[in-house]
């Protein structure tokens, strides 16, 4: 009510203002003190009729003379208006030009070639370019909606053709590595016969046979993990050998000790005959032997090759013959190879630290065949189904259910009621 007051006291002091209110009417309105530090009683006593006469008047001002109230400049803004005579300094720095001197020098000299008629290298490479003809783009010069501009017919161009005459790039070759699928086995595989709701009998047993083999499996590797798993009772310990390892040491230290001063004297006479060996020379008789020996050993072996190369000469069928076994024999192995690698491409690959497990086969025993769909018990859940499928089709890799942990233990706590029963 206060910014009220004083606002109409401000447009009051304008010159040209109508007051259209006589002095009585503003004497009498005098208003009653009343407490309002309540919302009630704030809504109760509170009074903005003069406020509505006070626009009122402004209005019907503005309506008649045609000039409204010229709005008072903030203070702020009058603080931050520049009121001093003295210009600002100006920034050096807007006006310094990197290698400004190098610059100036360069164009002064190009001036005075210029002048002269000389041109430069520069300007030769310049001019003797080719001068780009840039032809304008269909899609810049036509509009979109042209009716008699090109399209594109899906059915009778090539995609890549039309690219090209559009943006004048050719596209970018796909590898042929992405285009490779990570497995061959169709999204979704279709159940053996015998999995019908009404299979025929042939059928039906060969799928019952197809997860009995499966559950023997099982069965097979459980029992090969509990054999490796017992304890063999031979090696368990006994009285005996507890005794035996508690002695193991204890006795016999004697005999052990009168063995090693054996073996020191063996030694020491040992190095007593070597020294003996040692001092004796070779005499001339003996190192001209030993050289003719050398010279006669080498000339048997340099022989000996020569003779394995005449003999090679003799046996090119047999070479030959065992060139060609071992040819066909490095086809057969990639033969293999390439089949293995093929069945490989059917079969789920490691991709993280589990390794797949195929889903248990869905089928039912003879005595709970349905007769009719109407009878037929679902079985099996398609979301586990679709999950197991991306496992083996190499698209994800095959993960376990997350286990829950809690932060905080429970905490149990009887209530008042419960007390009172117990």
């Known amino acids: 009510m206060a910014a009220a007051r004083r606002l109409k006291r401000v447009v009051a002091s304008q010159p040209g203002f109508l007051n259209f209110k006589s002095s009585s009417e503003s004497l009498s309105g005098r208003r ?13 006593h509170s009074d903005i009729n003069d406020v509505e006469e006070f626009l009122e008047d402004v209005r019907l001002q503005e ?39 190098k610059l100036r020098r360069i164009s002064q000299k190009a001036e005075q070639l210029a002048a002269k008629g000389v041109v430069t290298r520069r300007q030769k490479r310049l001019l003797s370019r080719r001068p780009v ?15 008699n501009r090109d ?15 559009q943006t004048g790039k050719k596209r970018v070759k796909r590898p042929e590595k992405l285009s490779d699928r990570p497995s061959v086995l169709p999204a979704v595989e279709v159940i053996a016969p015998g999995g019908s709701y009404n299979p025929d ?11 009995h083999e499966v559950e023997v499996k099982k069965q097979k590797e459980e029992d090969k993990l509990e054999r490796q798993l017992a304890v063999n009772k031979d090696d368990t ?14 006795v016999e230290e004697e005999e052990e000790e009168e063995d090693e001063e054996e073996a020191a004297h063996d030694e020491e006479d040992e190095d007593a005959e070597g020294g003996s060996s040692l001092a004796k020379k070779k005499t001339e008789r003996q190192r001209k032997r030993e050289k003719a020996d050398k010279i006669k050993e080498l000339r048997r072996l340099d022989s000996k090759r020569q003779m394995d190369h005449r003999q090679q000469l003799f046996q090119l069928r047999s070479i030959k013959a065992s060139i060609k076994q071992q040819e ?5 192995k990639q033969k293999i190879r390439k089949a293995n690698q093929e069945a490989e491409k059917s079969q789920p690959r490691r991709l993280g630290k589990l390794k797949f497990q195929a889903q248990d086969l869905e089928v039912q025993l003879s ?26 089709r190499n698209l994800i890799e095959p993960r376990e259910r997350a286990k829950f942990k809690r932060r905080h233990k429970l905490k149990y706590v009887e209530k008042r009621a419960f007390r009172a029963i117990t």
């Open 367 to 392: 005595d709970e065949l349905a007769g009719s769909l109407r009878q037929l018990k679902p079985e099996g859940s398609v979301l586990k189904d679709r999950f197991k499928s991306l496992q083996k």
């Open 151 to 165: 399209y594109y017919d899906i059915w009778g161009q090539e995609p890549e053709d039309w690219y090209l005459q």
């Open 328 to 332: 066909q024999s490095t086809e057969d």
């Open 237 to 250: 310990a006994t009285e005996e050998t507890v005794i035996r390892e508690q002695v193991e040491g204890l």
């Open 32 to 44: 009653k003190r009343v407490n309002k530090n309540k919302k009630k009683s704030w809504n109760k």
């Open 201 to 211: 009998f042939f059928s039906h047993q060969a799928l019952l046979k197809e997860a």
């Open 63 to 101: 309506r008649t003379t045609g000039k409204g109230k010229t709005p008072r400049p903030l203070r702020i803004d009058l603080i931050l208006q520049q009121d001093s005579l003295i210009p600002a300094p100006k920034d050096v720095l807007a006006y310094q030009q990197p290698n400004a001197k």
């Open 133 to 147: 003809t840039k032809e304008a783009k269909k899609s810049d010069t036509e509009a979109n909606n042209n009716p």
